[in-house]
Antibody, heavy 121, light 107 residues
Framework: EVELVEYGGGLVQPGGSLRLSCAAS????????MSWVRQAPGKGPEWVFV????????YYADSVKGRFTISRDNSKSTLFLQMNSLRVEDTAVYYC??????????????WGRGTLVTVSS | DIQMTQSPSTLSATVGDRVTITCRAS??????LAWYQQKPGKAPKLLIY???SLESGVPSRFSGSGSGTEFTLTISSLQPDDFATYYC?????????FGQGTKVEIK
């Protein structure tokens, strides 16, 4: 079955860190760009970060510049998001999303169920 | 950043209605636009990519059109399963951005 499952969300204090993981199955993980997309409560989705299939290229939203890092382990079909210096406004459901073979073709044809990150004191 | 503006924000309709949602980009995005459907507590689901290409498995009552800065999503005959929130998303330029959403409600 083609599936993405996110792990690692939870409650963290402002300034803290969290690492999200996304386990992929049912497709050739290394062939596809992968993104993290977040959605704050009651808001629309916000694209956060993308990484190419090889891991050589990454692009991000300015809102996470210098604080978040994306990576992938193609041998384990797993995507990661390291989140540092977390802010209250980072509170959201974080989705792992499958992109295209071409990193710049940025639409998402498979999404995980999401993991909730709450930043609060 | 490219701003995506959807209209209307809320749409009240009945089963069988033809429904049209508009998405406008703040600058030209060629045809690099996708449409998604989202139901409460669920992840978005891809309906349309490259402005008018129907994703595999999506019913043919959904269609997309437009290029440049103006785009539309049309549901030809609204079904009970279609009551949801719809988002457009541009992927012409980083950062990729979404519209604010259009909620399709039961009239």
């Amino acid at each position: 079955e083609v599936e993405l499952v996110e792990y690692g969300g939870g409650l963290v204090q402002p300034g803290g860190s969290l690492r999200l993981s996304c386990a992929a199955s049912g497709f050739t993980f290394s062939s596809y760009a992968m993104s993290w997309v977040r959605q704050a409560p009651g808001k629309g989705p916000e694209w956060v970060f993308v990484i190419s299939g090889s891991g050589a290229n990454t692009y991000y939203a300015d809102s996470v510049k210098g604080r978040f890092t994306i990576s992938r382990d193609n041998s384990k079909s797993t995507l990661f998001l390291q989140m540092n210096s977390l802010r209250v406004e980072d509170t959201a459901v974080y989705y792992c999303a499958k992109g295209s073979i071409l990193v710049d073709r940025g639409y998402f044809d498979l999404w995980g169920r999401g993991t909730l990150v709450t930043v609060s004191s | 950043d490219i701003q995506m503006t959807q209209s209307p924000s809320t749409l009240s309709a009945t089963v069988g209605d033809r429904v049209t949602i508009t998405c406008r980009a703040s600058q030209s995005i060629s045809s690099w636009l996708a449409w998604y459907q989202q139901k409460p507590g669920k992840a978005p689901k891809l309906l349309i990519y490259k402005a008018s290409s129907l994703e595999s498995g999506v019913p043919s009552r959904f269609s997309g059109s437009g290029s440049g800065t103006e785009f539309t999503l049309t549901i030809s005959s609204l079904q009970p399963d279609d009551f949801a929130t719809y988002y457009c998303q541009q992927y012409n330029r980083y950062p990729w951005t979404f519209g604010q959403g259009t909620k399709v409600e039961i009239k």
